[in-house]
């Protein structure tokens, strides 16, 4: 018997998303902060916190996302561990 849990795959995709997310926004503050080499004129203040304020939300809603998928997974797998325990 085939046991398929598409939400099992739909977290673990989530799950990636996150990591995706996290990744651009670690980028995005790391640029942030870093001074431009090739620019003329330097750019204001403000605008590199907020670019660092920006990158910082959006790390915090990825983690946020990715704990809710990996909780999509644990659900799945006790779903899945159930239906196991009930066909054998």
Avoid: C, H, W
Avoid at 17 to 32: F, H, I, N, T
Avoid at 37 to 48: G, L, M, N, T
Avoid at 58 to 70: D, F, G, I
């Amino acid at each position: 018997m085939e046991i398929n849990s598409s939400s099992f795959i739909y977290g673990q995709q989530g799950l990636q998303r996150s990591q995706d997310k996290l990744d651009q926004a670690s980028q995005k503050v790391a640029s942030a902060s870093l001074p431009a080499v090739d620019q003329e004129a330097p750019q204001q203040p403000d605008v590199y916190g907020s670019q660092i304020k920006d990158g910082l939300i959006e790390a915090k809603s990825s983690v946020l996302e990715a704990q809710a998928n990996a909780n999509v997974i644990e659900a799945s797998d006790k779903t899945i561990g159930r239906l196991i325990d009930i066909t054998v």
